[in-house]
Structure formats: structure tokens, C-alpha cells
Antibody, heavy 120, light 107 residues
Framework: QVQLVESGGGVAQPGRSLRLSCAAS????????MHWVRQAPGKGLEWVAV???????KYADSVKGRFTISRDNSKNTLYLQMNSLRGEDTAVYYC??????????????WGHGTLVTVSS | DIQMTQSPSSLSASVGDRVTITCRAS??????LAWYQQKPGKAPKLLVY???RLESGVPARFSGSGSGTDFTLTISSLQPEDFATYFC?????????FGGGTKVEIK
């Protein structure tokens, strides 16, 4: 049974940085594409980024150049480095597991989410 | 980017009702369509994948259909635990995109 636990959310001023982490257990972490999906308060779901099993990555245009997704397979941990934060980045950020090592995937495991609030 | 248009955005229904939610893709996505259920304060839960396959443990009252650009999620007999928000998602190509959601409320 996959378990994903996010941490690192909080309040940040516009222009500042935060790093989110997602600790995975119950899976062979290195075999799967891992994603970040966010949800602004009262809004729908927005895919943010994916890191494939081979370490390559893809991003939504809204975060490209500001966010960096990475993984440490030795620690079964996924990361999201968020720089140059904007108010529109305010959201609950979910770590989500893909069903294979590639990018074009549904999500069959989700963390509980961590709230990021960008405000001065 | 592939746009996913979901309708209705909300609906009111009674226990036992048959409920249908639709999702339209702006271009063909073959069968690469999933449905999720989300309850307040919780993460989404995968219900249906490859358009019509039920995730393990999902009750048989849920079903999915469609292909190409038009897809449907049907709940054959709405139960109290089904009141939630439902999202479709295409995984044909990145950027992965979701429908805007359908909130199913109690009538």
C-alpha cells in the first residue's frame, strides 16, 4: 500500500522560496514517475510537474523556470523547489504517484497535501 | 495543451438517483481518461482509468464510458458517501490536464 507524506509547506512572501518534500513508502519508488499536483483554495486541480524514473522532468508552463522537481531514490523522497513565488502559487500541493515510469499517467496514489500560502 | 471541459459544474441529486457527468477533450485522447472523487479536505481518489476500468475497491455502481473526445462517468444509484466533487483527467500527453470538477450535492 503506497503511502506518500508531504512536508515543507507554509507561508512565504512573494519572490521568496520554499522546498516541499514527499516521503514515499510501500512502493519501489525508483520505478515510478512522480508528480506534483496543486489545488488553489476552492478551485480545481492543476498538474505542476513530473519527474520520470530516469530523472528527466517536465513542467507546466505556469511554473517553468521557477520550480524544480527532483528525487532522491536512496531516500524514497520527492522534492519541489519553488523559487520566485507568486500569489497565484497559493495552493495545497499534492505529491502523486504515476502508474509507470513515464510522464503520461493517471495517479493511483496521493499524499494528504501541504498548504503553501504566498502573501506579504 | 488539451482542454478538458466538464459538465455540469454542480448538480443536486437524491439518494438512489442515477447521475451522469460528462467530460469533453479539446482533441482526441484515445482512452487515456481517468476520473477522481474528492471529498472536502481530502486528496483525490482514483475511481476509473482507461475510460472504463474501475480501480480496485471502487463500487460497481460507478462506470465510465466514451472514447476520443467525449467521456461519461455514471453513478447508477447515488449513495450518501458519493456526495463529493468529481474530476476527469486526460493522461494522453503532458501537460496533464483536469476538468473543472462537478460537485454532487444532496437535494
Amino acid at each position: 500500500q503506497v503511502q506518500l507524506v508531504e512536508s515543507g509547506g507554509g507561508v512565504a512572501q512573494p519572490g521568496r522560496s520554499l522546498r516541499l518534500s514527499c516521503a514515499a513508502s510501500g512502493i519501489t519508488f525508483s520505478s515510478y514517475g512522480m508528480h506534483w499536483v496543486r489545488q488553489a483554495p476552492g478551485k480545481g486541480l492543476e498538474w505542476v510537474a513530473v519527474i520520470l524514473y530516469d530523472g528527466s522532468n517536465k513542467y507546466a508552463d505556469s511554473v517553468k523556470g521557477r520550480f524544480t522537481i527532483s528525487r532522491d531514490n536512496s531516500k524514497n523522497t520527492l522534492y519541489l523547489q519553488m523559487n520566485s513565488l507568486r500569489g497565484e502559487d497559493t495552493a495545497v500541493y499534492y505529491c502523486a504517484k504515476g502508474t509507470y515510469g513515464g510522464s503520461d499517467s493517471r495517479f493511483d496514489g496521493w499524499g494528504h497535501g501541504t498548504l503553501v500560502t504566498v502573501s506579504s | 495543451d488539451i482542454q478538458m471541459t466538464q459538465s455540469p459544474s454542480s448538480l443536486s441529486a437524491s439518494v438512489g438517483d442515477r447521475v451522469t457527468i460528462t467530460c469533453r477533450a479539446s482533441q482526441g485522447i484515445r482512452s487515456s481518461l481517468a476520473w477522481y472523487q474528492q471529498k472536502p479536505g481530502k486528496a483525490p481518489k482514483l475511481l476509473v482509468y482507461i475510460t472504463s476500468r474501475l480501480e480496485s475497491g471502487v463500487p460497481a455502481r460507478f462506470s465510465g464510458s466514451g472514447s476520443g473526445t467525449d467521456f461519461t462517468l455514471t453513478i447508477s444509484s447515488l449513495q450518501p458517501e458519493d456526495f463529493a466533487t468529481y474530476f476527469c483527467q486526460q493522461y494522453y500527453t503532458t501537460p496533464l490536464t483536469f476538468g473543472g470538477g462537478t460537485k454532487v450535492e444532496i437535494k
